[in-house]
């Protein structure tokens, strides 16, 4: 299984504070749910790297990036950045938000599926749901991207790509801690659901999600082809 792993930042304003690369510095409830990031235990498909959050975003910024790998293929990949405002956010209705990017390359039967961007953000709300995950103001696009060749390029086959922006509001629980791990599982979820790996049987990425996986959403065939860049 791979453990996550993320570089930690505390800034404000777009001015770099004293947050180290361990998440040890910050208010506390960003420290635990900085911790519960750090130590969750996810599917081995899933190959989860450090990288620098955005600044002038939150007073607090954590980011992780993470590939869904099959041997040396990436089937899809996307960027998770849980943020804090320990005064507050109107806009977030929460002192923590969630942000994230997700893409991968699609089959051309896929790609011509009239439903799927509203099927891709049910991927998204399905994921959360199924492992009983609470939130609110969620938002975000889908957007389909397509690249058809010629000229020197005309042998290639055309390639349509698939892109998930979102943020949503994970609810606070004891200490105002959001279950951040569990947040993190689900965002895992929907990485393998959109590269087209089936659910999980076992691990920790089966149990709630596998009790609640299917219900609500509506699913595409499943395909294994590299992400193009």
Not at 32 to 57: F, H
Not at 62 to 70: F, Q, T
Not at 116 to 128: F, H, I, K, M
Not at 170 to 190: K, M
Request: hydrophobic share 40%; glycine share 12%.
């Amino acid at each position: 299984m791979a453990a996550a792993q993320g570089q930690f930042s505390d800034h404000s304003n777009g001015t770099e504070g004293t947050g180290g690369a361990e998440g040890d510095s910050g208010p506390a409830a960003f420290r635990s749910a900085v911790e519960a990031l750090r130590t969750a235990r996810l599917r081995p498909e899933i190959e989860v790297d450090p990288t620098p959050p955005p600044k002038r975003l939150a007073p607090y910024a954590y980011a992780l990036e993470a590939a869904v790998v099959d041997g040396d293929d990436d089937l899809a990949d996307g960027r998770l950045i849980l943020l804090h405002d320990p005064a507050g956010h109107d806009a977030w209705q929460g002192a923590f938000r969630l942000v994230t990017l997700v893409r991968a390359e699609l089959e051309p039967e896929m790609a011509a599926d009239p439903l799927l961007p509203e099927v891709c953000w049910s991927w998204l709300t399905g994921a959360l749901e199924a492992r009983g995950l609470s939130y609110g103001e969620a938002s975000g696009t889908v957007t389909r991207a397509g690249s058809h060749y010629f000229g020197g390029l005309s042998e290639r086959r055309p390639a349509t790509q698939i892109e998930i922006r979102a943020s949503w509001t994970p609810r606070e629980g004891r200490g105002g801690v959001p279950d951040a791990a569990a947040h993190l599982a689900g965002w895992c979820d929907l990485l393998c659901q959109i590269a087209g790996l089936p659910p999980a049987t076992t691990g920790p990425a089966a149990g709630a999600a596998d009790q609640g996986a299917g219900a609500g959403v509506v699913s595409l065939p499943q395909r294994r082809g590299p992400q193009v860049s």
